[in-house]
């Protein structure tokens, strides 16, 4: 046991060393967030914070609308969703995903895009969730799941490639949705998509983000420890925010300025509309979801 101890106290400590390297070879602005892995909620997720942002949505005549969940809807949701049929999705241990958050986004993105058997749907950057069939299960649309980890080109109902350059025609769509992915776009990718998203959506057609990632400054959230040889091409005017065992690579939050720049002066035939949950602690404390952004082609 001490012998076991000591090696798993080595580890730790090379560990914390090479994250000290990597954070150090990052380029400024940053901040060292480790340690507080566990706090990143709190960190990121601040309710004022979030009233802040709030009221600069409304002062830069954003289109903003209060959303109150459905308790009773959502649970009848979870049950006929069943998501204990998707054992790799709904397991528990260290690779296990938030079910509560997960599935609640799930069920506002079908609410909100108000999925029918008249649809075609994409799960943007699905990466192997469940999303998809239980939507075709609960409201039978025709569905799609797309990801750059997929092989490109469309094979059955997998579409393989870059999001923001799809193998689709114009208007072939009317329903996209992305749970907890767009975030994850790296450089100028969240500008092309949603450029793309206008091109290969039909007049009416919808997308829903959720969640919208926003904050009080405009950052970047990664664990340098898991950045590829040479890095990758952060945005120069985003504040880095690096958590030690975050395990991700990128993780944009908005704030209003960049959204405004980047999203909202791209639209072109798309209308936006900022939702706003006012109720998703009632569901699980562990649930997070705030801001929800929904575009339709006019």
């Known amino acids: 046991m001490i012998q076991i101890n000591l090696k ?22 940053k901040e060292n967030f480790k340690g507080t892995s ?57 690779k296990s995903f938030n079910i509560s958050e997960k599935s609640l986004e799930h069920y506002l993105g079908a609410k909100l895009l108000s999925l029918s058997k008249e649809d075609i749907y994409i799960d943007i950057a699905n990466d192997n969730s469940p999303a998809p069939d239980i939507y075709k299960k609960l409201f039978g649309c025709k569905v799609y799941q797309q990801d750059l980890v997929y092989p490109d080109g469309i094979h059955g109902n997998i579409i393989g490639g870059d999001a923001a350059n799809m193998p689709l025609e114009d208007g072939s769509v009317t329903k996209m949705g992305l749970h907890c992915s767009f975030e994850h776009f790296e450089t100028d990718s969240d500008l092309r998509f949603i450029k793309e998203a206008g091109r290969v959506l039909k007049k009416g057609g919808k997308l829903c983000i959720l969640p919208l990632y926003l904050f009080n400054k405009y950052i970047i959230t990664t664990d340098p420890a898991i950045l590829p040889k040479g890095g990758i091409p952060f945005e120069e005017d985003a504040v880095l925010y690096c958590f030690n065992r975050l395990n991700v690579r990128h993780c944009r939050f908005y704030d209003i300025p960049h959204f405004i720049s980047r999203i909202k002066n791209n639209l072109n ?15 699980d404390s562990s649930c997070y979801v705030k801001f929800i952004a929904m575009f339709e082609k006019s």
Do not use: C, M
């Open 38 to 94: 566990s706090n990143i909620k709190n960190i990121l997720h601040n309710p004022l914070i979030q009233n802040e942002i709030i009221e600069e949505l409304k002062n830069n005549d954003l289109n903003v609308i209060d959303l109150k969940i459905d308790v009773d809807d959502y649970r009848k949701y979870l049950k006929e969703a069943e998501y204990n049929k998707f054992p790799d999705y709904y397991s528990t241990g260290n």
């Open 269 to 283: 035939d798309l209308k936006l509309t900022i939702f706003v949950v006012n109720n998703e602690k009632e569901v």
């Open 8 to 29: 798993f106290s080595i580890k730790n400590i090379k560990d914390e060393i090479l994250w000290d390297y990597f954070y150090g070879a990052l380029r400024k602005p």
